[in-house]
Nanobody
Framework: QVQLVESGGGLVQAGGSLRLSCAASGRTFSSYGMGWFRQAPGKEREFVAAISWSGDSTAYTDSVKGRFTISRDNAKNTVYLQMNSLKPEDTAVYYC????????????????WGQGTQVTVSS
């Protein structure tokens, strides 16, 4: 069992930055791949970024490439999402999730989910 708690969301102006954190419980965190998803009002949950258990492999959706960076610290049981050059269309609830699959981009391949953190980007 893995429990995930996101933090770091908030209100930021367009062009600004935020760093999301996802703290995981459990001794097997380092064996899980981790992902970030987001869901805007009235829209489906969409993939943002993923990182393998070792951190060697990452994946990003096209709309965030060059702006967002996913990383992890297995010693701290934490995965991060550094978000730069934020745009109003990045506004959503951001969720982290854990998976046994290597950097999957589809939600149904993730086993555990956090409760989400709100990110709002004003224009």
């Amino acid at each position: 069992q893995v429990q995930l708690v996101e933090s770091g969301g908030g209100l930021v102006q367009a062009g600004g930055s935020l760093r999301l954190s996802c703290a995981a419980s459990g001794r097997t965190f380092s064996s899980y791949g981790m992902g970030w998803f987001r869901q805007a009002p009235g829209k489906e949950r969409e993939f943002v970024a993923a990182i393998s258990w070792s951190g060697d492999s990452t994946a990003y959706t096209d709309s965030v490439k060059g702006r967002f960076t996913i990383s992890r610290d297995n010693a701290k049981n934490t995965v991060y999402l550094q978000m730069n050059s934020l745009k109003p269309e990045d506004t959503a609830v951001y969720y982290c999730a854990a998976t046994r699959v290597v950097v999957p981009t589809t939600p149904h391949l993730y086993d555990y989910w956090g409760q989400g953190t709100q990110v709002t980007v004003s224009s």
